[in-house]
């Protein structure tokens, strides 16, 4: 018949399978101490060959001492016998590795394959790694380390671990803590790169190709751009512009007249030119599509130049802003003007000036080119 043990933690340091004591009492005895030890639970205590039953006719808890209930006297015989840890040996466990048979002594590289692991009585088996262990290589379908493990390769559907360190190799990876890179850290074939927090370049950032969107704000201690490049919001620049190259500026240019067409958005142009005579006079509608009020602050003015072509009825005397109500141009010279010009084109410039809520000063200029 085959013998059966079990596979966990061994008890004691005892190399049996079972550990047999016989006593013989001289007197009145309750308690036998066993020395081999014993697992509590995993012993027989007979009394003149007829065995005992657990709790009820003796006591076993401490792993050393048994205590009879009944006492035993000068004469009888008491017998103990503990099933001891199995003790591996050469023995084959029902483990694999790369077709070898995993025995005590061990091999350097073990592949769990299947979604079980079984001992040779086909119990399924929980196999783990203890922490500061030291092995070649491991291949598993899911791999978790508590403590430090030093693996030379790992080959795992899903790997957990509280610290990486060396090569790390796959095709997804999650962190929920820090991340640090003390080399160069390369992106091969990366499509998007989402970061809801600080992304800090330290020596530079280059894109070498397509286009780098910014929706929030961006602060640039110095910027060179070398190409056209095109800018559809609001700059600030605390401490100026320079420019070197050709600086150019789109223009509205509008087939028609002014007095047919009053409204002025900024968002369009700052220069506006009306290529229709002008037959009246007119006041043009400052604006923009969020309004002027909306995007200026106090304390910031603006520039427009609004072109007419010139005729002696056609001339503005006054400018409106965000469709508000007429509001009087300081002129230069003093003088609102009184005509248009002969022929050519009249330019009107406008200074924008933001004193308050909805407050404006306007100071006004017309010139006359022939």
């Known amino acids: 018949?085959?013998?059966?043990?079990?596979?966990?933690?061994?008890?004691?340091?005892?190399?049996?399978?079972?550990?047999?004591?016989?006593?013989?009492?001289?007197?009145?005895?309750?308690n036998f101490t066993f020395n081999a030890g014993y697992t509590p639970g995993y012993?027989?205590?007979?009394?003149?060959?007829?065995?005992?039953?657990?709790?009820?006719?003796?006591?076993?808890?401490?792993?050393?001492?048994?205590?009879?209930?009944?006492?035993?006297?000068?004469?009888?015989?008491?017998?103990?016998?503990?099933?001891?840890?199995?003790?591996?040996?050469?023995?084959i466990l029902g483990i694999s590795s790369a077709g070898t048979s995993v025995r005590s002594t061990g091999v350097n590289v073990l592949n769990f394959v299947g979604a079980a692991v079984t001992d040779v009585g086909g119990n399924q088996l929980d196999i783990s790694i203890t922490p500061g262990i030291t092995t070649a290589d491991v291949s598993t379908s899911s791999l978790v380390v508590v403590g430090i493990s030093t693996l030379g390769n790992v080959t795992a559907g899903v790997a957990t671990a509280n610290q990486f360190s060396g090569?790390?190799?796959?095709?997804?990876?999650?962190?929920?803590?820090?991340?640090?890179?003390?080399?160069?850290?390369?992106?091969?074939?990366?499509?998007?790169i989402d970061s809801i927090g600080l992304i800090t370049a330290r020596n530079g950032l280059q894109v070498t190709g397509g286009i780098a969107t910014v929706t929030g704000q961006t602060n640039l201690a110095n910027?060179?751009?070398?190409?056209?490049?095109?800018?559809?919001?609001?700059?600030?620049a605390n401490s100026g512009v320079g420019f070197t190259g050709f600086l150019r500026e789109g223009i509205n240019i509008v087939s028609g007249k002014l007095s047919d067409n009053v409204t002025i958005n900024v968002d369009h142009s700052m220069v506006h030119y009306f290529t229709t005579t002008e037959t009246t006079t007119s006041i043009p509608n400052i604006t923009s599509t969020a309004g002027i009020n909306t995007d200026l602050s106090t304390g910031e003015s603006f520039?427009?130049?609004?072109?007419?072509?010139?005729?002696?009825?056609?001339?503005?005397?006054?400018?409106?802003?965000?469709?508000?109500?007429?509001?009087?141009?300081?002129w230069n010279g003093g003088s609102d003007p009184s005509a248009g010009g002969s022929a050519g084109v009249d330019v009107y410039t406008f200074q924008v000036i933001k004193t308050g809520d909805a407050t404006f000063t306007i100071l006004g200029n017309v010139s006359n080119f022939t």
């Open 43 to 91: 012993l027989d205590v007979y009394l003149n060959g007829v065995k005992l039953l657990n709790v009820s006719d003796y006591s076993a808890t401490n792993g050393s001492v048994v205590g009879i209930t009944s006492a035993a006297q000068n004469g009888d015989s008491v017998e103990i016998v503990a099933y001891k840890a199995f003790t591996i040996g050469q023995s």
């Open 1 to 30: 018949m085959a013998k059966y043990g079990y596979i966990g933690n061994n008890p004691d340091n005892t190399p049996v399978i079972i550990a047999r004591q016989v006593y013989n009492p001289t007197g009145v005895q309750t």
């Open 167 to 192: 090569n790390i190799t796959g095709t997804a990876a999650t962190f929920t803590g820090n991340v640090t890179v003390g080399g160069t850290l390369t992106y091969d074939d990366v499509t998007n």
């Open 303 to 330: 520039s427009i130049n609004i072109l007419t072509t010139a005729a002696a009825a056609g001339y503005s005397t006054g400018a409106r802003i965000d469709a508000g109500a007429t509001l009087p141009v300081l």
């Open 223 to 236: 910027v060179s751009v070398s190409a056209a490049s095109t800018f559809s919001g609001k700059i600030n």
